[in-house]
Nanobody
């Protein structure tokens, strides 16, 4: 059974940066494209970014393009999301998961951006 653990969230001012990590246990992350998702307060979960198995292909939601960078280290079974130039609208709980046919969701990591 796969367990996903997200970390790295926190409280940051507008324009600041945070780096998130997603560790998967129970399955080799390298076998799957991985996505980052977020749930803003009072809203549904939304797609943020995804990365192919090899890491060669990445995609981003328009709202984060040019500010966020997704990456992965298959040897460490970990995916990352570097978030720069953070805005108040980036405030959300962030989750990672398999891009298609999600595993059980982890607890997520809270990111709060204040102005």
């Amino acid at each position: 059974q796969v367990q996903l653990v997200e970390s790295g969230g926190g409280y940051v001012q507008t324009g600041g940066s945070l780096g998130l990590a997603c560790f998967a246990s129970g399955r080799a992350l390298s076998e799957y494209p991985i996505g980052w998702f977020r749930r803003p307060p009072g809203k549904k979960r939304e797609f943020v970014s995804a990365i192919s198995k090899s890491g060669m292909t990445t995609v981003y939601a328009d709202s984060v393009k040019g500010r966020f960078i997704i990456s992965r280290n298959n040897a460490n079974n970990t995916a990352y999301l570097q978030m720069n130039d953070l805005r108040s609208e980036d405030t959300a709980k962030y989750y990672c998961n398999r891009l298609v046919a999600s595993w059980d969701w982890g607890q997520g990591t809270q990111v709060t951006v204040s102005s």
